[in-house]
């Protein structure tokens, strides 16, 4: 796909964030955009900031709960009468920093259920739509190099969601071949432009009461300004978001299955894993934390 004018584009998680920048993207390029998320005042405020860059509306949608999500294909559908672009990018932090050992069960359902289970229910709900409609598509789907790559110890449960994400797009990509249909799918790991907003570091304000902890945090929670800070103070700019969403765009019209500003960085880190897992080791490179 080269150009994207008139294109259909669903984005979920696109209120803000990576998302919105995904959503900007798009926009600037002429294609109809939905806007699938969860908050529905940010979504309402952010389709009305974007109403004259182009054709954006909203559908507020928990990717968490196949239901919601189906009913977002349907007015989707109803409304344009097809998807080209499925952009499966909500995502949750999974509730702080901590052990392995120290996760809930209710941290589990959240974080899994948002970023592993909310790419289930879009691709159920909308590929074989897509796959009727008989045209060229593309399913993107958000991971993150924690997880996608290599763990980071602090942050396991999150890169379990993340390696989960990656290794069901590979194998939807290969379906989709398979099946010779005339979708692709890729995977979008964000980064290499800098620090990003995104309120992914703030996501349980989005937290159901259902899955609060069942017991008090024992480790650290997200400080994003302390983060920030020592990464400003390290030389590290506030990246573009926008751009980063352009970079996306570009990287479907190159037909890329992993799309990423730092591919070459991480190829030489899954080298390393690859040569650790010959060996029979650990395959981590390094035992960094999230604010090193």
């Keep these: 796909m080269k150009d994207f004018t008139g294109k259909v584009a669903v984005v979920t998680g696109g209120a803000s964030g990576i998302g919105e920048g995904l959503v900007e993207a798009l926009l600037g390029e002429g294609a109809k955009v939905v806007i699938a998320d969860v908050e529905r005042e940010t979504l309402d405020e952010t389709v009305a900031r974007l109403a004259d860059a182009g054709d954006v509306s909203g559908v507020v949608t928990d990717v968490s709960q196949p239901d919601s999500v189906e009913a977002c294909a349907q007015e989707v559908y109803d409304r344009h009468g097809a998807c080209h672009l499925l952009f499966n990018n909500a995502g949750v932090g999974g509730g702080g920093i901590a052990k392995p050992w120290n996760w809930t069960p209710n941290d589990w359902k959240w974080c899994i259920g948002v970023n592993l289970f909310g790419v289930g229910h879009c691709v159920t709900s909308f590929v074989p739509r897509m796959i009727a409609g008989g045209e060229e598509g593309w399913i993107v789907n958000t991971s993150s190099s924690n997880g996608g790559f290599q763990p980071l110890a602090d942050l396991g449960i999150y890169a379990a969601s993340k390696a989960g994400v990656t290794a069901f797009t ?35 304000r989005n937290r159901p009461a259902e899955l ?16 920030k800070e020592k990464m400003q103070n390290d030389g590290v700019p506030v990246g573009d978001l926008v751009a980063l969403g352009r970079s996306v765009l570009d990287g479907i019209r190159d037909g890329r299955f992993v799309i990423s500003l730092d591919t070459e960085a991480s190829g030489a880190l899954l080298e390393q894993r690859a040569e650790r897992i010959g060996r029979g080791e650990l395959p981590t490179v390094s035992t960094g934390s999230a604010f090193e």
């Excluded at 071949?177 to 620090?195: C, H, M, S, V």
């Design 170 to 204: 590979e194998a939807l990509a290969l379906a989709l071949a398979n099946e010779d249909t005339k979708l692709r799918a890729a995977l979008f790991y964000p980064g290499g432009n800098g620090i990003l907003e995104t309120r992914l570091w703030n996501s349980g």
């Design 212 to 227: 609060s902890r069942e017991r008090p945090h024992v480790d650290e929670q997200w400080d994003y300004l302390a983060f």
